[in-house]
């Protein structure tokens, strides 16, 4: 079951990618560097509250629970001047991995897209390699890979 996201998970989102950049799923920045964390906090919280990023894209978040309780979640944004959509961050509790709800959460955000004509797009972390290994899996196409390593993927509704 899944439903809209709103202030009261911030805690749980947050947590969720702090433990995840620790592994590497996220980028380490938000471990490594105050800063970076405080930041991604209050632009998980403008999301939750206002349904905008601090650069001003549209974005908003879906939290996938289990016997009522959230496993994981999506946070989504805008492209570029507000077009198209972007996969921004996903991440399922460590309890949940492994188990096939990472793959229905994102399967979950394509049904829901799906007839619309768009395209949606996804930039994984090079220490990413589950996230875009079920990205593929699920019909993204790497259509490139930054300086950085950053790869970007893209999946054509």
Not at 17 to 35: D, E, S, T, V, Y
Request: net charge positive.
């Amino acid at each position: 079951m899944h439903r809209d996201a709103n202030i009261g998970d911030l805690d749980f989102i947050y947590d969720l990618i702090m433990n995840g950049a620790k592994q590497g799923f996220f980028n380490r920045k938000f471990q490594q560097l105050p800063a970076a964390a405080h930041g991604l906090r209050l632009e998980i919280s403008l999301i939750l509250e206002s349904r905008i990023r601090p650069n001003g894209l549209k974005a908003s978040g879906i939290i996938y629970e289990h016997k009522g309780q959230p496993i994981g979640f999506v946070l989504m944004s805008a492209g570029e001047k507000n077009k198209g959509n972007e996969l921004w961050m996903v991440a399922i509790h460590k309890d949940f991995q492994k188990k096939g709800y990472g793959k229905k959460m994102v399967q979950g955000v394509l049904d829901k897209f799906k007839g619309l004509n768009l395209m949606l797009f996804a930039r994984c972390s090079p220490e990413s390699e589950k996230m875009y290994q079920l990205l593929l899996k699920n019909g993204f196409a790497h259509v490139e890979t930054s300086e950085e390593g950053y790869r970007g993927m893209i999946y054509e509704l």
